[in-house]
């Protein structure tokens, strides 16, 4: 079993940055694919960006370029580096995880991940 527990969030003006952390309580993360999503008031939850234990990255069009994110599996800790925020970058952010293989074309979905956090708010104005 998996807990997660996002930490980072806040309020920022446009253009600003923003790192938000996933801890996880398992050693073996290693072996999930984590991911970031975000859902905004009346909106669907879409995925942001995912990473398999292998590194491989996958972003959401719209956070191209602008959003990495990372892993430290010393520290079980997913991190989403955030630049150059916008205002439609507000949102509640989940991190998930995945356990075993998840196709590169499913790593944005929801469907895979069966472990969540209770969320963290971004808030871009």
């Known amino acids: 079993h998996v807990q997660l527990v996002e930490s980072g969030g806040g309020l920022v003006q446009p253009g600003e940055s923003l790192r938000l952390s996933c801890a996880a309580s398992?050693?073996?993360?290693?072996?999930?694919?984590m991911g970031w999503f975000r859902q905004a008031p009346g909106k669907e939850r879409e995925g942001v960006a995912a990473i398999d234990s292998h590194g491989t990255t996958s972003y959401a069009d719209s956070v191209k370029g602008r959003f990495t994110i990372s892993k430290d599996n010393a520290k079980n800790t997913l991190y989403l580096q955030m630049n150059s925020l916008k205002p439609e970058d507000t949102a509640m952010y989940y991190c998930?995880?995945?356990?075993?293989?998840?196709?590169?074309?499913?790593?944005?979905?929801?469907?895979?991940?069966?472990?969540w956090g209770q969320g963290t708010q971004v808030t871009v104005s």
């Open positions: 998930a995880a995945a356990a075993g293989y998840v196709p590169i074309s499913l790593m944005l979905a929801s469907v895979p991940f069966g472990y």
């Open positions: 398992t050693l073996h993360n290693r072996g999930y694919c």
